[in-house]
């Protein structure tokens, strides 16, 4: 029996966030606005919902594997972005799916594919549903839509103790494949906050990144070769450590975001469970003295697995909201050597640049307590907020982009004073943004920015994307990317066609009329038809 | 005065090996064979061609950037091939380009497609000519050619030495760099073989290989952003350190061997100039424990700069046929970092599988002495000795693949009696196959295979293409890659058509359609119209 997510939020139906962790979060936030408490929206139930009728009738050969159920088709009408919880309290469901199809395996994808040919349904890939994007949401103007979740194709089929690596199928959430890999001494190791409820495929399909601060950033670097089910058929490339045979079959397919076909299996690469660690908290005095050894430390070829830079009021509980300094979690792992001299030099460059390590640093499991260790806790926990939230009207959401590292802090100052104004001349308060490099390069950082602000709760949904947008649109005009690792889906659209070059967009769309040339496969996502 | 490129073979016209380098190595060969010496046809000389008359006129205002005369389209007419250098001394040259372009600028370049397209030329873009795989050469059955030659886009245009990335033409040669870059921290590094005659817009265009054995092993991981001139006008990717936003524009030009554009300026990433160095050369009683200690240690995380495993009597002078030890070149760099900790696991692990360091490990500078120093001699002067090979009928040539860990020794022992016997069944004697890994990944490795033997200076040719196809036939058959880092071309295509997935083939097409509807780039190269 498979655990039952929450249709309307992030997790599962049988998990919330406890009272000793709402209770302080909620007072905190009601004493910086000077209210005294919040008007809060009942999470919705099912039974508030009466969706649309479906508009297509499920053959009989595909019924044991295509659901129409209400709960079924809700849980996969929005993906977990703020402004999916939103519509959610508000009851807003006009557009679910007409059906949800569970293939058992490629010929079952296949199969699917036909019927949605057949009978003239948009057809949409679906991971785990994490999206923050828009990426999986049928839209107003399909006639009917069929999504194809692949959670069934789930397996482990093979692991490659030699070369470290595994062939896996594309519907796997990312526990079970540790799970799977108990047994043996390898590891994936891609990791994000969204890691419990997204699956492999989800993450190539979107450019996922992980656990890895450094070389290993995206989901890019994992793939050895892909299958994958198209309308036209299905293409497997081929193993290989390297090669240079013509443009890269993978990257054709990674990010595609489900407009080529359904990635169904991939050969990814592992790595020994690491045995040493070395982990430090270094404390900055301000960001950009963090930045500036972030930058050196990535342009010394030490490669720490973590190397996140935080502002210490959003990372460490307790911090006034006046304090500016800044905490970088380290850390190197390795399943080969003591890492003394990495730490030690990387330590070295900290102090360079005014970073002093917490008492903690040198202990083995210092990332599981002080600083490192309250922020883990935090991220991990981070993505149940969100609910209660929306719950309350209050504004909390994130965006992510990358900068290289001449115009980091003039583009940093500018989208921040963007995105204040922007919240107080929304909300008719003041907000607050905070940021951190989630991944960093020797180019540049990942900047992810975190804001916070009070809605109007007859507005909220308004209000909430006109905040979103309209930052998003401030990092692409100021030159960085729209997504760094949250995926274009249809909520970056405008923002990504002024960020890719337009003749690229037309070579993508040659792509896809060869292998979807009927348009079936998320139609509006990444391109127009 | 740019200096002049020997038409018919590897290197300058001012410049060839000396009497000290080809006495010992004829006699070496004669010896093997047991000959007496070898009937040494003379390099061709220009005046000995009789070339096809253009089959078009040049327009007036394209005249001052574009040639006819019988040497540039000589020079142009083939790669650098021991295929490409044998029908050069067979003065055997069909097909010229009916002229070549030199343009000053993109917009020169847009007005020579703009001119291909309006006579029905086709336009082959070619970077310093060094292509082995007939990348740049016009076929038979082409109407009219019209190459064009980047190498006077040629200049370093700016250096960001905070980002540590350079924005840098296409046409520029490979020590143009490092020369642009003498009075900046900074350095690019991606030397190979070719480097001295290749161009960055040809390494992009054809995913090149470089001086890092591990991580940066290709010049995709170089790219920063890219300009194109594209048939339909021209496109540029944003410059990011790093970005999930769609499949990688980047990507789609990377490897596209000039069937989609002509790259004219990319930005790439750099790095400081190392200070610190500690290399080693390694002995292994065989290439087997070689390749294991080579496994374990790219699957430590260890990163060497260099990590090519030689067998010995490939690579060191005065070696003996019959010895089958190996020599791995080790070398740690770093700008930032002494390296002994580095240095000392990876000896750790090349003693964990029977490898001892030559005396001359410790010292700051072995990769210019012994084994290592040797090595890297040849390396440099290997393709001077190309035309004398010919010159004498000798067969020497190379081929590369990749093969992951879990099949590599079955691969190497199966495609190594292949050669042998196809070598032994052409030319009827015993030929020299030997192996080197050129690059390493942790789920496997580069094979680079050179192969020797004599040929029948009557069927020369035909010979040297039997074997030389039927070998990289059987490394696709066996699962590797057609090239690891030579690139697809002409030589490859029906090789790489087994490799590459159908479905891709059309979706590359599809791509093409929109960028160069016409089909005027380098048409058969890795697709057909």
Redesign the interface.
Known sequence: MRRQKKFYAWGYADEDLTADEIGPWEREIAARYGISGFEVTPPPREEEFTLRKPRLDVPTALQPIVRQDRLTRLEHSYGKAGFDATRMFLREVPNPPDAVAFPENEADVARVLEWCDRVGAVAIPYGGGSSVVKGIEPQATFDKVVTISLRHMDRVLEV?T????ARIQGGIYGPAIEDALRDSPLTMRHYMQAYRCSTLGGWIA????GHYAT?Y??I?DFV?SLR?V?P??T???????????????D???????GI?GLITEAWV?L??KPTFRAAASVRFPDFFAGADAV??IT?????PANCRLLEAREAVPGTAWSDTSAVLVLAFE????PL???MK?ALE?CADYRGRPDASADEENSHRSGAAGAWRNKFIRAPHYSEHAVARGILSSTFET?????RFREFHAAVTAFTQAKIREVTGREGSITCRFT?V??????LYFTFGGLLDKRRQLEQFMEVLSSCTAETVAR??????????GRF?RPF?DK??????A??????????DPKGLLNPGV?IDP
Chains 1, 2 share one sequence.
């Not at 030699?162 to 690596?165: D, G, H, I, L």
């Not at 293409?235 to 890269?248: D, Q």
């Not at 390795?334 to 050597?337: E, K």
């Not at 960020?499 to 690229?504: D, M």
């Open positions: 490659d030699v070369s470290e690596a979107t450019r996922s990144g070389l950033t995206h890019d050895e994958v198209t036209q058929g293409l497997e490339t081929r193993r290989l450590p390297g090669s240079g045979a013509g443009p890269s079959p990257r054709m397919f990674i990010g595609s975001e080529l690469r790595r020994k930058r050196a342009q010394a070829g030490l490669y390795s399943a080969d050597h003394d001299a990495w030099r460059i990358s900068m290289t590292w001449d991944h390069y020797p180019d540049g950082p990942c030159g960085g990317t729209t997504t760094h690792h949250h995926a274009v970056h990504y960020q890719r070059p337009e003749l690229f037309r070579a993508l769309r040659g792509a896809k009329r060869e292998l990444l």
